[in-house]
Structure formats: structure tokens, C-alpha cells
């Protein structure tokens, strides 16, 4: 895995967007996977800067977004359609029907996870995928002691992961306890992984997602086994990391052509 981290969020957002400006530029026609969470909201928001200053364009840009809670309408405010709706898609140039997010309401939720699984390999696979991370360590919302190779599927959310949300929803009757998520397997088939990690409370996932053994005790630790993985971290969220000296020195002796900034 590339590790780097960065002192704030803020930059740690930013150089995320950095990441994915440059494949908007160098591949217009790029298919990103998209993440929804508190972490990636800084870095959608300098992607519409740039848009808006520097004209990024997302004409050709196709979208896959990891996960949605079952039952929630697209206009639910807490549902994931309305976050990247308010988020990003409704402020750069998305075309319309080239944005895809798990539809928590299809009648036929287990054939719509098919349906999702054929749409990405139909658009050519994932380019770019955007992760954050849990504190449980779960990516999209593949939660601890699921298959490392799933596939997009109706899961059942952890009691922690209810817990770490709980403040997102009115009361908890409110809150679903059904996701459909890409799984780790759909996942690890996109061609660059970009995990972002904030705050001490991610702190022991994130160590446990580049240091620990690779086990569904921390779905991230199957990134490990992805070609090519960077994870951008803040200092809080990489505090307990044992090799951060070595990540720092082989941040420092990058190649020209290996940095991001
Ligand atoms: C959520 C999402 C994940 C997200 C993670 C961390 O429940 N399903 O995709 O990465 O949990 O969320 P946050 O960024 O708010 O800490």
C-alpha cells in the first residue's frame, strides 16, 4: 500500500482531490466510484471549485457509488442519492443517467445487486475508487467478518457502525439497518484505490487496514492484496501506525513522476 500522510484533513482532502482532477484530465471519459461519509465532503468541494475556476469537466465522466441503505428514497435527506445529489452532483456538469448509486428501494433488491454488479462492467470497470473508512475498519458497508471477495449485496449493518451513524437520523426507529454495498471483491476489481482516513476515532482502523494480517476482522485489510491502493491519512488518523517513519522516507525518496504534488 502508498501511504501518505498529511498534518489536517484539509490536506488530506485536497490532495484526494488533486488525485482525481488529474485522472479527469488525463482520462475524460474516466469511471470513478464514488464514497459518501463526512470524509470525502472537503474533497468533493474542492473538486466543484476547480470545476468552477478551472473548468474540470465531468461531461464524460461516468459514476458508480458504493452503497445506499435499503428503504431510504432518493429524496430522504439521509439517503446517499441525496447527499451526492447536494454534495457534488447537482453543482458540476454530470450528465444525467451517467451517475449510478444502489437503489435502496428496487422491488427486486437482490436482482437490482446484479443489475448494479453488470452496469460497471458494462461502463469498462472503476477507474478510480474513493474510500473512507470505518471505525470497525469497514469499506462501502462491508462490515467485519464478511467475504473479502463479495460482491454487491444486501447487507445488515454492525451495531457499531448503527452506533457511529446514529447522529445522521431523527430517532432510531429512522435509521435502516439494511444497506446494499458494492462488495470487497467489486471493490478490489477497480484499478486505483484511494482510502482517506480523519480523526483519532479511525485511528485503530487504519493500522489495523495497512499493518494487520489481511482478515475479515478488518474488511480494508483487503486492500493489501490490491495492486495498487494509496491511503491518505491525517496525523490523528495514522497516530498509531508503527511505520511511519518508513512511510515518511519513502514519501521523500518518490520519484518525480510517483508524486502527487
Ligand atoms: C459510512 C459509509 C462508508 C464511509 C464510512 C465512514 O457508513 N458507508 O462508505 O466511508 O462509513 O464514514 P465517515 O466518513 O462519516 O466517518
Known amino acids: 500500500m502508498e501511504v501518505i500522510i498529511r498534518d489536517t484533513v484539509e490536506e488530506v482532502s485536497l490532495l484526494g482531490a488533486q488525485v482525481v482532477a488529474q485522472l479527469l484530465r488525463q482520462k475524460p471519459q474516466c469511471v470513478l466510484g464514488l464514497a459518501t461519509g463526512r470524509t470525502p465532503l472537503r474533497l468533493y468541494r474542492e473538486l466543484i471549485r476547480l470545476h468552477e475556476k478551472e473548468k474540470l469537466d465531468f461531461s ?14 432518493p429524496g430522504h435527506p439521509q439517503s ?3 447527499y451526492m445529489r447536494e454534495n457534488l452532483f447537482r453543482h458540476v456538469n454530470l450528465p444525467p443517467g451517467s451517475t449510478h448509486i444502489p437503489d435502496g428501494c428496487a422491488p427486486d433488491l437482490r436482482f437490482h445487486c446484479f443489475e448494479y454488479e453488470e452496469a460497471i462492467r458494462a461502463a469498462g470497470g472503476i477507474d478510480l475508487q474513493l474510500l473512507g473508512i470505518g471505525s470497525n475498519g469497514h469499506i462501502g458497508f462491508n462490515e467485519p467478518t464478511g467475504s473479502l471477495n463479495s460482491r454487491t449485496w444486501i447487507k445488515i449493518l454492525s451495531e457499531k457502525t448503527l452506533h457511529d451513524n446514529a447522529s445522521h437520523f431523527a430517532t ?8 446494499v454495498t458494492m462488495g470487497i471483491g467489486t471493490i478490489r476489481e477497480a484499478g486505483h484505490c484511494i482510502v482517506l482516513a ?31 491502493t494509496t491511503v491518505i491519512a491525517d496525523s490523528d488518523a495514522a497516530a498509531r501506525l508503527d511505520q511511519l517513519e518508513h512511510y515518511r522516507w519513502i514519501e521523500q525518496h518518490k520519484l518525480g513522476w510517483q508524486k502527487y504534488s
Open 60 to 73: 464524460q465522466v461516468t459514476t458508480f457509488n458504493l452503497d445506499e441503505y435499503v428503504g431510504l428514497p
Open 172 to 179: 432510531p426507529e429512522e435509521q435502516p439497518r439494511h444497506v
Open 198 to 228: 480523519s480523526g483519532a476515532q479511525k485511528s485503530n482502523a487504519v493500522k489495523a487496514m495497512i499493518e494487520g494480517p489481511v482478515s475479515s476482522m478488518c474488511p480494508a485489510s483487503a486492500l493489501q492484496l490490491h495492486p495498487r
Open 80 to 82: 446517499y442519492h441525496f
